[in-house]
Nanobody
Framework: QVQLVESGGGLVQAGGSLILSCAAS????????MGWYRQAPGKQRELVAA???????NYADSVKGRFTISRDNAKRTVYLQMNSLKPEDTAVYYC?????????????????WGQGTQVTVSS
């Protein structure tokens, strides 16, 4: 099985910064996309940022210019650098990784989620 471990959440004042990380483990053959989602109380889960195997990135309009997603292929880790944080960024952030795993052919697809990490921005 492919497991994801998240870290980096916490409490920060408005205007501050945090870095989230998510490490994938397992017999991973390839990773297609890694991304971050968030869910605030009373709201639906939304995509924050994603990065493909080719390096293409996509951001929610609300975080463009403030957040940066990156990946370390050797470490199988995705990061989310969050700057100029606002109270409306407060949410539980979830890591998501999609790809294929195993050594057999054809390889099996996977779509894994992290446990979630709380980000709270105070005003």
């Amino acid at each position: 099985q492919v497991q994801l471990v998240e870290s980096g959440g916490g409490l920060v004042q408005a205007g501050g910064s945090l870095i989230l990380s998510c490490a994938a483990s397992g017999i991973i053959a390839s990773i297609h996309v890694m991304g971050w989602y968030r869910q605030a109380p009373g709201k639906q889960r939304e995509l924050v940022a994603a990065i493909t195997s080719g390096g293409s990135t996509n951001y929610a309009d609300s975080v463009k210019g403030r957040f940066t997603i990156s990946r370390d292929n050797a470490k199988r880790t995705v990061y989310l650098q969050m700057n100029s944080l606002k109270p409306e960024d407060t949410a539980v952030y979830y890591c998501n990784v999609r790809g294929s795993y195993g050594v057999a052919t054809p390889r099996a697809p996977f779509d894994s989620w992290g446990q979630g990490t709380q980000v709270t921005v105070s005003s």
